[in-house]
C-alpha cells in the first residue's frame, strides 16, 4: 500500500504591525513589520492554526518571513539624507549589497555575507 502526504506548514500575516519598517534582506524590497500565525495545511487546506511568538519582518515582494535583527535599514528619503562630510566619513568602504560600513581589511561583509 503506498500513502502520499501532502501538507506542511507555512506561516501568514495575521496583522501589519508597521508598514515599511525595514528592507527585505533577499530581494532589499520594503519589508513590514507583522505578527504571523503558523499555519498547517493537509492537502492544502488549512487544519490548525496558532500564533507565532515574537514579531517578524515580511517581504511582500519575495513573501519572505525574517527576524526583525537581521532587517536592513529603510530606504533613506532625499531629505534626511546627511551632507557628505559626514562624521562617518567617506572613505570608510561599504558593502555594495547591504549598505553598511565595513572594516578595510574585511573580504566578506560581516552583516550579509557578501564578497567585498
Do not use: T
Not at 528619503?77 to 551632507?83: E, F, G, K, W
Not at 547591504?98 to 581589511?105: E, L, N, Q, S, T
Amino acid at each position: 500500500m503506498f500513502f502520499f502526504f501532502v501538507g506542511g506548514v507555512e506561516q501568514q500575516v495575521r496583522q501589519v504591525l508597521k508598514s515599511g519598517a525595514g528592507r527585505c534582506i533577499s530581494c532589499r524590497s520594503p519589508a513590514d513589520l507583522v505578527d504571523y500565525d503558523k499555519v498547517l495545511k493537509l492537502f492544502f487546506v488549512p487544519v490548525w492554526r496558532w500564533p507565532g511568538k515574537q514579531p517578524l519582518m515580511h517581504c511582500n515582494n519575495c513573501n519572505l518571513f525574517f527576524p526583525q535583527s537581521y532587517s536592513l535599514p529603510p530606504p533613506p528619503n532625499a531629505d534626511s539624507l546627511p551632507p557628505p562630510s559626514s562624521a562617518e566619513g567617506s572613505l570608510s568602504p561599504r558593502c555594495r549589497f547591504c549598505d553598511r560600513i565595513v572594516k578595510p581589511d574585511f573580504r566578506f561583509c560581516p552583516f550579509c555575507g557578501a564578497a567585498l
